[in-house]
């Protein structure tokens, strides 16, 4: 129960219900307090942003240069396209889906939220996109050049940032969340909707198996093995994954299984291939998050993203899902700056879409980690097909 409770879903989950709760019953006096901590903590947050994107970006990508490889280049050009192939299928379903769904964009009786007391503005050192750029050219700029001093550089920045990101960020964000669905409950929008939250975690879950299937059927197809041997394999590495929302957790458990899928997976390449998967390859997270990002927009700005700012969003989320490996509190915590900066999301939308994604966090862990046996079959595939031997 201990470790249940102190789990970042668990924590994000109750303090939005309490939030909630309280929303329902406060009167407009002590709505001020919430309103204008909201507005700080919020302040606090997006502040950090482009800290974490130059802070994980930048020195992934010079890890990345470090070790070049054929096949390391083969392992990150496939996990990138599972990434956005993953969210485009999402995009398409949420051009699809959504529109259909009874979603109130204009909900009567809503009561309007008092004004903050006081505001405490804390800008940001760089626009976002401008942060996302620079990390992208720092790093490989670093790479090109061995500047060796500059990459232990950009790597201690990364363990300064995560543990601001540990020791600040992580601790507020319940907080936020919590005064977030409290005015959102003050509001009386929430409640409205909550249906509808429910029935978008089923289409994803829905979504998560389909593109598992086709991740197995053109693995398949190119490897010319069957995938149905792996995944028969995949079951304790699903569960695990769901238990522990954790592909770093789960990974033992996954190296188990896709030892048992040999000769299908080439054991060399099960080596390499499942951690390196582990930490760069997010296709469950970025459909679910792709799909709720559509939905969140539809429900509190009325309409969906335009589809030149979903195709940005979706091409820059597969950077993000290979480059910031590690950020606690998953994808969406290290694509705060695409929801803000590319889809323009407040801290209202902000805090939703950090809420519905850890509910279901756990299934879009385990369809990455079940996802990673079918790349790691396309690798095995890859080098039988160019005739690469096993390292003696």
Sequence with gaps: MKKLMSSLPMRLLIFAILGMLLGLVLPEGPMNFFVTVKYILNQIIVFCVPLIIIGFIAP???????????????AVTIAYLSSIGAAFFAMLAGYGLIPHLSIATEVEGLKELPEVVFQLNIPQIMPVMSAL??????????????????????????????????????????VFIGFAFCTLA??????????????VIVIVMAGHYIWLALLYGIASVYSGKSGMHIIKNYGSAYLTAVGTMSSAATLAVALQCAKKSEPTLRDDMVDFGIPLFANIHLCGSVLTEVFFVMTISKILYGSLPSLGQMILFCL????????APGV???TVMASLGLITGVLGFDETGTALMLTIFALQDSFGTACNVTGDGALTLILTGFVEKHGMKKAA
Aim: aromatic share 8%.
């Design 60 to 74: 992934s990508i010079t890890q990345l240069g470090s070790n070049a490889s054929k096949l390391l280049g083969v």
């Design 133 to 174: 750029v620079f990390s992208m050219l720092l790093g490989l700029a670093a790479t090109w050049t061995k500047a060796t001093v500059i990459t232990e550089v950009l790597n201690e920045f990364q363990k300064i940032i995560l543990e601001v990101v540990n020791r600040i960020i992580i601790p507020i964000l319940p």
């Design 186 to 199: 003050y509001e009386g929008s929430i409640t409205k909707q909550l249906p509808i939250f429910l029935i």
């Design 316 to 323: 820059l989320l597969g950077i993000f899902a290979i480059g």
């Design 328 to 330: 606690p509190g998953g």
